[in-house]
């Protein structure tokens, strides 16, 4: 029986001893800080100017990476896709024209939306509803 009233105090010593072990083991599986890989990403221009310029920065960095794209991405519903590098899934995205207009989208979550459509005036700029697979 004495060592039937042991087992919990042994089990808290136990805990308390891999605590810091399991902490930095979820740490190191980005489990606290979540990041994706490069990833695939669809840019549809719907507006009337040529897209020039993609990138990509942390949330509320001005740390912006080019994205590569392989021409100037022409309008009038002309779509591309590019590799946006890893990193965190909330991203500040930041489209250059060739008329010179900058537009930035803050916090555009790249892991729940896998593209973008850019619009002109009237409406939204950024439509994830109307990106669908097989679109």
Do not use: K
């Not at 136990?14 to 489990?31: E, I, K, L, M, R």
């Not at 507006?47 to 009038?76: H, K």
């Not at 989208?105 to 005036?121: A, E, I, Q």
């Amino acid at each position: 029986m004495p060592v039937l009233r042991l087992i919990p105090h042994v089990l808290i010593f136990v805990a308390a001893v891999c605590a810091p072990w399991v902490a930095a083991a979820v740490q190191a599986s980005g489990a606290a800080d979540p990041e994706t890989a490069a990833r695939h990403f669809r840019l549809v221009n719907a507006t009337f100017d040529s897209v020039t310029a993609f990138a990509v920065a942390p949330v509320g960095s001005t740390a912006y990476i080019d994205v590569p794209l392989a021409s100037p991405l022409q309008g009038g519903l002309n779509s591309t896709i590019v590799r946006v590098p890893a990193g965190a899934c909330l991203r500040d995205v930041r489209v250059s024209f060739l008329n010179g207009r900058v537009q930035t989208y803050p916090m555009f979550d790249v892991c729940r939306h896998t593209g973008m459509r850019l619009t002109n005036g009237g409406g939204p700029s950024f439509r994830p509803g109307l990106l669908v697979a097989g679109d």
